[in-house]
């Protein structure tokens, strides 16, 4: 296949404007799959995926059209998930940017059409979901039109679910997206955009062949770690995995080098040929920082080390979390994981549990704050327990977001007064059209970390969506919340919090953990605590037998001393006994908002 007839695109939009569902028409349009094969959400195959209508994962897919070689990219809506599609981006010179007909642009769609515009590529508009009762293709022609700039008769409209309009999409993908601009007799140069770790084969590479062409049996170097490894299996997506003898510039595929290691290959990396290869790498991508990080344990501490080559086999496959290990009295060995969301978190925590049998205990999560010390230091503080003394402590910041919320305007007014109940900046207005507004506020990223997307979805009664970028840290007025059980700090419900806030706070946790605590044989003591100062205090009454219940009257002298001799008993295990903390006391901390 020449250069010239290979067109590299990918698909973006807003969660659940149709992605994955357009991608399964072309594939069933190209007859890339019968319509025996064919099934929704084809390209989505992790599970979780398949049951929460999401996309998790980018794929890649081949498919021939005309004489023309499609190489498409399939890519996740949500918010959590936009270094999934800065990824796919890098490997392509187009996208189709979709909207849905009859929800309009949404948050997401304005953020990874900025990252499309950022890399320069071609956006062609596409309004799906046509089909609907609800649609209004007037109206979000004209937002598209006031967005991007452009003319009415570039805009397509297709629905995905009947295929009509689909054939027009494959030509514009054709005669609108420049084929790449590589060089076959070049220097290998091939940019790695995704991997994952197979037990027979090991690191599965995927690639887009930016110069040269690679074959089975060249022996490659990773330009990163620099180390040499022979290609044992080269492949393309069609979309089933089918093994082929070459790839050249500007083709995307896999490769297999046996490469058992999993901290040998980078995301962003350039493979090029041990011998005569390129002299310097391509740019690749900027590192993603973690927003989020908690506390993962096994529950059974034998898993520990199965819990540690289950993160390195993950990240091979999702490099933007991070993981350390670390240790706390109340839970034992684990691990600090770093998340770019609260989603993010859950899919990390969920794929461990099925993917490698793993049972987890996750603790509050908390995003990471900056601290400069009194000796002028400064230090990331992503874990409470590791705080200094506040006398140690000159300036406490906290990480900030720009938020855009887009609402219906008649939900202005609640949605307005909780985002100040959350300490919002207020910034701007812009009204769409005379029914939906976007709003820009700064926000504290911990405001938003836990319940903030649903409580915004409640209000708008499900027409609202939200975005968010990180901008730099602002100093806050903020404190460790401790809590105290029979007056020993448990580590892992440590959190910090705004200084107004805390004794709401406390209380709310306090009350929280009594229901969640089971009944012991002696009375349990829940305290809240900002420093030496308890704020808070509760406490879970203990279980008790009825001593006296074989005394049939007679002196009370005998009843008394039963009694005093059970209150012994119940202050010595006081003192000696351990209290018994389920897994509900840590979610808890999740749920103090509901």
């Known amino acids: 296949m020449i250069i010239e007839s290979i067109r590299n695109f990918s698909i973006i939009a807003h969660i659940d404007h149709g992605k994955s569902t357009l991608a399964d028409r072309i594939l069933l349009f190209t007859k890339a799959i019968s319509q025996r094969e064919f099934r929704e959400q084809l390209l989505d195959d992790m599970d979780l995926e398949r049951e929460r209508g999401i996309t998790i994962k980018a794929r890649t897919v081949r498919i021939k059209y005309n004489n023309y070689q499609l190489n498409l990219i399939d890519t996740p809506g949500h918010v959590d998930f936009t270094y999934e599609v800065s990824k796919s981006l890098a490997a392509c010179e187009g996208v189709l940017l979709l909207v849905d007909a009859s929800q309009g642009i949404e948050a997401q769609t304005i953020t990874n059409l900025y990252l499309a515009l950022e890399r320069n590529i071609t956006i062609i508009p596409i309004l799906t979901k046509t089909d609907l009762p609800a649609s209004d293709v007037k109206r ?38 420049a084929p790449p601009h590589g060089k076959p007799d070049a220097p290998l140069k091939a940019l790695v955009f995704d991997s994952k770790y197979d037990n027979y084969r090991g690191a599965v590479v995927y ?30 997506f069609t979309p089933k995995p089918k093994q082929i003898d070459q790839l050249k510039a500007g083709e995307v595929g896999y490769i297999c080098a046996n490469i058992k290691n999993t901290e040998d290959v980078k995301i962003g990396d350039t493979v090029t040929h041990s011998e005569n290869g390129a002299e310097n790498p391509l740019p690749g991508y900027k590192d993603v920082k973690p927003m989020v990080f908690c506390g993962m344990y096994p529950i059974n501490q034998k898993d520990f080390s199965l819990l540690r080559d289950a993160l390195n086999k993950l990240r091979l496959n999702d490099s933007s979390f991070s993981f350390e290990p670390e240790s706390s009295t109340s839970l034992g060995f684990g691990f600090r994981v770093g998340f770019l969301g609260l989603l993010h978190m859950d899919i990390i925590k969920e794929r461990l549990e099925r993917e490698f049998d793993l049972h987890l205990l996750i603790t509050a999560p908390h995003v990471v704050y900056r601290l400069t010390l009194t000796n002028k230091d400064m230090v990331f503080l992503d874990n409470p327990t590791k705080m200094p003394d506040s006398h140690m402590i000159e300036v406490f910041e906290e990480p900030y977001i720009k938020a855009h919320l887009i609402i219906p305007a008649n939900c202005m007014g609640s949605v307005m007064q909780f985002c100040q109940e959350r300490r919002a900046i207020y910034v701007k207005t812009e009204y769409l059209d005379v029914t939906r507004a976007m709003l820009e506020y700064d926000i504290p990223l911990a405001e938003i970390v836990i319940d903030f997307y649903d409580k915004i979805k409640s209000m708008t009664s499900g027409y609202g969506s939200f975005n968010y970028e990180f901008i730099g840290y602002k100093e806050s007025d903020l404190q460790k919340l401790d809590i105290l059980i029979n007056g020993d700090p448990v580590d892992a419900l440590s959190c910090i919090v705004y200084r107004e806030n805390a004794y709401y706070r406390g209380k709310q946790l306090v009350q929280k953990l009594k229901e969640v605590i089971p009944r012991q044989m002696f009375e349990v003591v829940i305290q809240a605590a900002l420093g030496a100062k308890v704020i808070a205090r509760d406490s879970v009454r203990a279980l008790r037998k009825d001593v006296i219940a074989k005394c049939y009257g007679g002196d009370i002298t005998r009843k008394r001393k039963l009694l005093e001799k059970q209150k012994e008993g119940k202050k010595k295990m006081k003192r000696i006994g351990k209290v018994d903390l389920p897994q509900d006391a840590f979610i808890s901390v999740l749920k103090i908002n509901e």
Not at 208 to 236: H, Q
Request: with cysteine; charged share 30%.
């Open 140 to 177: 979000v022609a004209d937002e598209i039109v006031n967005l991007l700039g452009i003319e009415r008769k570039d805009i397509l409209a297709c629905s995905a679910k009947t295929g009509e309009g689909i054939e027009q999409v494959l030509e514009a993908i054709v005669h609108r997206i």
């Open 207 to 236: 690639v887009r062949i930016m110069d040269g062409i690679v074959k089975v049996g060249d022996k490659i170097r990773l330009m990163a770690v620099d180390k040499v490894f022979e290609i044992e299996e080269i492949g393309v």
